[in-house]
């Protein structure tokens, strides 16, 4: 299989085997949602799902992508309306300049899915864990340096409340 | 933009969403680096020099050249003619020429040596491997210890004297209790998430150029320097910006070289510093040595005051950080004696970063102030709370307003600073810390022209930018409020070079400023409104309901078609009507102290065995005149405290000292304030609107909230734990020195 999907659209890989699934997306796509904040996987504002888990888009090449299926943050809802995580994201006021915001939402979306999952973070063998402390954990690999973090934790509590109830 | 309604109220200082919201959360802002033309976009690639100075005596791009996809490779010696850098000097630093690849001198470390040009990324990046070059070394500056910087600056950031001061210092520090302490900061940088990009296109008689730029007027002025063109050929775009913090204020390597590509190949070509180009390619904030004296009497009376301030300063561009103002406003003394001493270094770009002065000042005065209650015996809060100053200090001027002492009240009050616990839970330690600052406030002269067409639909045009500060939203607001109309009836068009001139993002005047000029645009066009109708020209209350327009209020309220009025505007008939409205300084700058302030309370908690310090929670209490939204405002002030969080115990740019250049440039090695690192934020303004600093009755925002934040974090990190790191940022490992 030589295409991938992007927001359920199929796409034949890039000729040059050198191009990442960010710059794939903004070179080949004009696709421009997910952001290079870094190019090195540490800033997370690049952050796409593949096959449903948040990946950093600037440290996969695209053409080991084949077969799979991608959603950015232009795949999340369609053009009328917002995914209520991009809602919460306006209400709470979760982000300033905005360049950060696809990849935390992104990460707030495949965070839902991972607590639903259970799935352990590093803080678990922490004896002060406490859930806040958790989502923040989760997180944290997407940097803001506007500084709008505990808008975000309350953005995000939409997912994370719904998972505890 | 997609189909936009707005339930919420969007009177001034409602907290209302932002209206760029809808955009931003879809990804669909387009910022510098995601604008197309019509011919497809050249991808430049900027090969940067390995040493601080030196001269470059051999390049050759022969084999980058050969490389598939690539267009050209430029050099010194094919770069279009451009003004030396930093000419004409009376242009300031914004308007002058930031020419590149233009001579053989390298300035800084990473220093651009030659930009490959490529029909992809791919290609250019890995053409520019191919550049075979030789650079002779030469010595290279650095500031290796205070004294060696014995430069007095011309002037400081913000056009204060290097020097100032007022009474008798060596008699005011020889009476009381007396603190000698020497502090240092860190280099930091901006960071912003958007590394610096351009996208530059050429046509042969037009430069047009999508930037990632604070200010636009004088990013046109830079490049109508650089290039000799004139500035009607010229427009710059940047309205989304992805973060700033003045690193973004003037134009950098990046809109050069993207210029230079263009002009030479007629193409649109696109420059964006990787990452790590970014720690050398654009401006930080520099170290700093900051040697104090203070005195204090028993029962807590301020006697002297002595700040003494060294940093490096880039060679060839003429920044001063005025890293003395905190020690200058704060508190009233008996004597108070601020200098500033420099030392030309081979440094990258030293320049504003967010809060110049005021962010790197109090952090230091703060924390030694600190000290001095210490010292004496004396609650921190009642300590400055005694000190306030009536008037300014040094200058005897009123204060516009100033609300520092509710900031310390209420703010104490609502962070329980009275019955504050103090805990231990195995080896961590909790302690308090509270810190003020005080902010300068300006305006920067703005202008605005506000459109109504025949349908009641608004359109506001300045050249202002909305570097994530809201300014989209409270336009809206001012047009909102004058008018009563909903927001969906308002567009704002920012960042747009050929809309009238504003004073741009930065210093916090840009809310006011650029609020100022659209309010008198209104106001001009509610005249104009009034004349249309018959209506004596003047303070009429033009109100709009759709396609109808109200005058005035109860017995003598008449109402017009728009339609009609506009069809009075002239021959021919018109379907649309402008206005221009403009702001300046005016005598209550020079009259009064304009300032607004903070007062900042800390809680953090320490482990006693790895230093590490962990934010438990942080409350800000500030005074900022009229606040035009509560909801952007609140946003921008806990964004300020997590600067000041993350500049007191995480950020520090090294230098190697054997070539100047940086050492960890990316976010790994330069680490800032993530998610965790930040406890509860919650704040407190205290609202009185201030109309000697402008009509709105705002003031500044943008820079308080991390005035003073660090050092509150400094303060309880010393509670918790009785260590005293004067060497900024504190991480564990000085922490754990002290214990």
Partial sequence: ?165 | MSAKTYSDSYNIGDPANRVDGHLKVQGKARYAGENLFDAPTLVGWILGAKVASGTLTQIDTSKAQAQEGVQAVITYQNSPDQTPFGQPEDMGRFGQSRAMLNDTRIRYAGFPIALVVADTLEQARYAARLIDYTIEPGPISLLRAPEEADVVPEDIDGGYEADAGTGDIDSALANGTRLDVHYTTPNQVSAAMEPHTSIAYYDGDTLTVHSSVQVLASAVDCLSSTFNLPAEKIRVKSPYVGGGFGSKLGLHNDAILACIGSLLLQRPVKVAMSRRQVFHNAPHRGMSHQQMALSASDDGAIHGVQHHSSMPMAKDYAFAEGTGVAARINYKANAIDSQHRVKVVDSPMIDSVRAPGDAIGSLAFESAVDELCRAINMDPVTFRRNNIAPVHPLTGADFSTNNLDRCLDEGAKAFGWEDRQYRQSGTKKNGFGVSVGMRMNIIVPSQAKITVDSKGQFTVHTDMTDIGTGTYTILTQIVAQHFGVPAHCITIDLGDSDSPASSGSGGSFGASSSGTAVLNACEALAARLSELAGLAQGNELVQFDGEQVRFGEGDTQQTHNLSELLRNAGEPAQDSLSAQGEVKPDEDHDKYAQYSCAAHFAEVSVDTVTGEVRVIRQHGAFSAGRILNHKTAGSQLKGGMVWGTSYALFEDLQQDPRDGSFVNCDFAEYHFAVNRDIGELSLDIIEEPDYKACKLGSKGIGELGITGSGAAIANAVFDATGVRVRDFPITPDKVMAGL
């Fill in chain 1, 1 to 165: 299989m030589s295409s991938i999907t992007i927001n359920g659209q199929t796409h034949g890989l890039p000729q040059d085997p050198r191009t990442t699934l960010l710059d794939f997306m903004h070179q080949h796509l004009q696709l421009f949602g997910a952001k290079k904040g870094c190019d090195h996987g540490q800033c997370g504002a690049c952050t796409v799902l593949v096959d449903g888990e948040r990946m950093n888009a600037c440290l996969l090449l695209t053409f080991q992508l084949a077969g799979k299926s991608i959603v950015t943050i232009e795949g999340l809802a369609s053009d009328d309306e917002l995914h209520p995580l991009q809602q919460a994201f306006i209400d709470n006021d979760a982000f300033q300049c905005g360049f950060c915001t696809s990849g935390q939402i992104c990460s707030g979306v495949a965070l839902k899915s991972e607590l639903e999952k259970n799935r352990p973070s590093t803080l678990w063998f922490d004896p002060d864990y406490t859930k806040t402390e958790d989502v923040k954990e989760r997180l944290s690999g997407n940097l803001c340096r506007c500084g709008a973090y505990p808008h975000i934790i309350d953005a995000v509590s939409i997912c994370t409340d719904e998972q505890e109830a």
